[in-house]
Each structure stands twice: as C-alpha cells, then as structure tokens.
C-alpha cells in the first residue's frame, strides 16, 4: 500500500491540509499526538476512523514530505 491510498489534500477539506481520507484527521494531529506520547490505540480510540495502517500512512507521508536536499 502507497499512503496516497489513504492520504488525501484536497483545498476544500481543512484548508488544503493533508488528512487521512473519508476524515478530517489530518497528518499533522496524528504526528503532534504521536510526538506527544500517544500510542496507536490511543489515536484509534480518540479519532473513529482510524486505523493503524492509516497512521502508518501519516507517518510515511511526513517522512516523504522531508526528504530531499533541503538542510534544516
């Protein structure tokens, strides 16, 4: 499974962020809760909808979206 199956950015779904398809979760709530010490069971109980592989495709979607030359 590529994430752009279940990715989505569309301008008139919270505001053009990325979100996990058929929700208004976006990537960025699932990275903020994760780097907050949430674990995967705790964003499926918080966010219906959810799944692992859709948090697996969030992850995958930042960790492509930060690749490249670009020196932070």
């Known amino acids: 499974?590529?994430?752009w199956?279940?990715?989505s950015v569309n301008p008139k779904v919270m505001m053009g962020?990325?979100?996990i398809k058929g929700t208004r979760v976006t990537v960025e709530a699932i990275l903020e809760e994760l780097a907050a010490?949430?674990?995967k069971e705790?964003?499926?109980d918080?966010?219906?909808g959810l799944d692992e592989e859709a948090i697996l495709a969030a992850l995958a979607?930042?960790?492509d979206t930060?690749?490249?030359e670009k020196v932070y």
């Open 42 to 44: 705790d964003l499926m």
């Open 46 to 48: 918080a966010f219906p």
């Open 66 to 68: 930060l690749k490249g």
């Open 61 to 63: 979607f930042a960790a």
């Open 37 to 39: 010490g949430k674990t």
């Open 1 to 3: 499974m590529h994430y």
């Open 17 to 19: 962020k990325p979100v």
């Open 5 to 7: 199956d279940r990715i």
